[in-house]
């Protein structure tokens, strides 16, 4: 089965903030509920161990299935939620 297909950055957005690694134990509890970033930022969510399910929620509901070598785009006022392996480390990184 294919996974739905990955927006990309746009050209032109830089970064301006990122998280500490996150392990399931650690990430905070939000980012395991639906949440979304602002209508001008965008994110990447990069795993460095393990496996993180990004949950695409709302009008196109998809699930993305990150490692370290897949790395999850962030849509603006996108509606998600995370789900980490327990094995998991993993960060954010935010883009204007």
């Not at 690694?21 to 980012?31: I, Q, V, Y």
């Not at 393990?50 to 785009?73: F, K, S």
């Amino acid at each position: 089965m294919n996974e739905p297909e990955m927006p990309t950055l746009p050209d032109g957005v830089r970064p301006f903030h990122r998280t500490p690694d996150f392990s399931a134990e650690t990430m905070p509890e939000a980012l395991g509920q639906r949440h979304q970033t602002k209508a001008d930022v965008w994110g990447t969510l990069v795993v460095r161990r393990g496996t993180v399910d990004y949950h695409v929620l709302g009008d196109a509901p998809a699930t993305h299935h990150l490692d370290v070598e897949r790395t999850g785009i962030i849509a603006p006022a996108t509606p998600h939620k995370v789900s980490p392996s327990a094995d998991a480390l993993f960060y954010v990184e935010f883009y204007r």
